[in-house]
Structure formats: C-alpha cells, structure tokens
C-alpha cells in the first residue's frame, strides 16, 4: 500500500511541476526570456509564477518564428516586437497590455479583442491584410504605417482617441472616422483615399491628407484646425472661411479653381503654399492689399482678391502678365534649363518637404541652368521669380 501511495504521489509531484512550466517550443524564445532575466530560479525555463513577475517586454530577435508561451505574462502591460519572422502571434491572454508595438514581422492578421485596455499601438511595417480596432475603447493613439498588403481598417467608438496616423498604405481606400470625437491630429497621408469625411472631428487641430486622390475635402466643421497639408492631392475647391484658427497650409500640386481664405485670421498664417494649381485663377483674402500676402507662395498666375466682383473684374491684360517659362528637361538628369519671357531675379530649390537646398541668381537675365548633378534621385520644387511673381514647378531627378 505504501508502494502505491508513493507512485501515486510522484506522478502527482510531476504532474504538478510540469503544469507550473510554461511551454516554450521556439528556443530562441525561451533563450531570450532567460538573458533578460525572466528565469529567477536557474532552471533553464519558466514557470508560470516568474512569466506573471514581467511588466514589459521588448523583442528585438530575428530568429524567434513561435511566441507561443505569450500566454503565460497576465500582467504584461507593454509589448514592443522589431524585426522578427513572427508570422503568427496570440495576445488573447494579455489582456493587461496597455502599450503596443509592432514592427517589420511577417504577421498578416492579429486579434485585439481580448486587450480591452490598449491606450497606445504602433504598427509599422508588417504584411497585415485587415486590423480591427473595434474592441479597444480606451485607444487614445493609434499609428498604423507602410503596410503594403492592407485593405481594411475597422475603427469603432473610441471616445478618448485623440491621434491617429495611417499612412504610406498604398492598397488603403477607405477609413470611417464617423465615432472618433476626441480626435486632434489626424495623419493620413501616402494612402489611395479619393474622399475623407472629417465633419464630425470638431475638435481636429492637425490634419495631413497629402499624397492621395482627394477630389474634395470638406473642413467647414473644423473650426479648431490649426494645420492642413494636402499637398499632392486632386483638390478642384477649398473653402476655408470657416477655419479661422488655420495658421498652416499647404495645398501645392493640386487642380485647384476656386479657394476661399476669408476666416479673419490671414495675418496670422505662418505658411501658405499654393502654388502648383495653374487653373486657380483667384484666391479670396482677407486683404488682398496686406504686406504679408508677398511671402505666400503662390503660382504667378493667381491674384489674391477680397470678392467676387473683384475676380470678376481681372482683365485679360492683368493675367498674361505672368511670366512665361520653358523648363527642361524634366525629369533631368544633369542640367535644367530655365528660359522666361521676363527677368529672371531669383530661383530657389526645395525637397519635397519644403526644406530649401539651394538659392541661384542667374547671372543672364533671361535663361540660366541649374545643375541637378548633386541632386539624389527623388522629386523637387524649384521657386522661380520673375516679373515680382512666384512660379512653383515639380522637378523630377533620375
């Protein structure tokens, strides 16, 4: 009898011991968890009490492949995965994570559901086909960036999110920001939307929609908005008289007809980029006669007029006293060549972001030549003046 209690017993003691060991199969995991310390007692793996004892883990190991064992750190709070062959991964049973990041794995779907409390994630460069969001109420910033594969982004009442970034999502179409009140910057460029309603965002402050196929953009809601870049879009109206806290603005390479600026507050514009809309004829001021219209940049051939009696008014002499310019070749290789019909007094090369690379003064008045030999491979803005008007164009370097 005494023989059978003592099996008895051992299969117990190893039944017991072996539920308190947490499975690990990838041992590149498990390596990992015992260099940072996760195993306190030496035993070459982890028990279930010592995975409970971790806050925080950052994962940096290319050849981890299985996370499985993630179920065992209940009282993770933040979770940071860079660079690893990660194609599957279960959160379900982290449901005390508040932080998470995520960058360059093979992951192409992931469930939040079970992580209620998430208040920050950041996903960057995966092959992600779909996310959903709509079970993390407490998100209060979402990044999402450079996901070639993804279609569809699934955002539901989330009243504390106050910064949300999708961007460079090239199959990206479509984003409902219908339930997202708090919401104050909004960043969204480099993605295929061709319409984005912002009317409910009333508390929106920064908006970036640039490099899409925008047709529209309806910001009359938005009273709060401080700064807008929709530069690279196919913008055909703006109208900002509602926007009156706008000191920012940038929509450059558009088809622009029409853009009201009538808001009270053009004094107060620290950037206005306009320029690169040759069918915008007439922009609407507040003061077409102000002294800080001149540091607008603008295509030669809009004027800045107060109303429509005014644009009306514009003769054909006024408007073909814009400059004509011949610039080639574009894309350039070597040298460009600027020739204009008048003076030429200054010409001014930009990146893509507005930063100035290179100031010329041409030392003919009339045809001069840049060399783009220095110039990386990319896309420019070269800033002509001549005649007292500004002339924006795209250059392509190859």
Known sequence: MKHIYALVSFFFALSYGNAQTVNIPDTNFLNFLISIGADLDGDNQIQYSEAETIDFLTIT????????????????????????????????????????????????????????????????????????????????????????????????????????????NEQLTYLDLSTLYSLTTLIVPVNQFTDINVSTLTDLAFLQVYNNQLTALDVSNNSALIEINAMFNELTGLDLSNNFNLVWLNVSNNALETMDVRNGNNQNIVNFNGNINPNLTCIYVDDPTASYLPNWNVDASSTFVENEEECNALSINDIEKAPTLRIYPNPVVEQLTIESTTSIAAIAIYDINGRLLQEYKPESNTHTQIDFQEFSKGIYLCKIISNNKQTCVKIIKQ
Do not use: C, K, R, W
Request: net charge negative; no cysteine.
């Open 61 to 168: 190991n290319n050849d981890i492949v299985d996370m499985t064992g993630m179920e065992a750190f209940t009282n993770l709070t933040a979770l940071s995965i860079y660079g690893s062959s990660l194609s599957s991964l279960s959160l379900t049973g982290n449901t005390a994570l508040i932080d998470l990041e995520i960058t360059a794995t093979q992951l192409t779907n992931l469930d939040f559901s079970n992580n209620t409390l998430l208040e920050t994630i950041y996903l960057t460069s995966n092959v992600f086909t779909s996310l959903d969001f709509s079970n993390n109420p407490n998100l209060v910033q979402l990044y999402i960036h450079n996901h070639s594969m993804l279609t569809n982004v699934v955002l539901a009442d989330h009243p504390v999110m106050e910064f949300l970034e999708v961007s460079g």
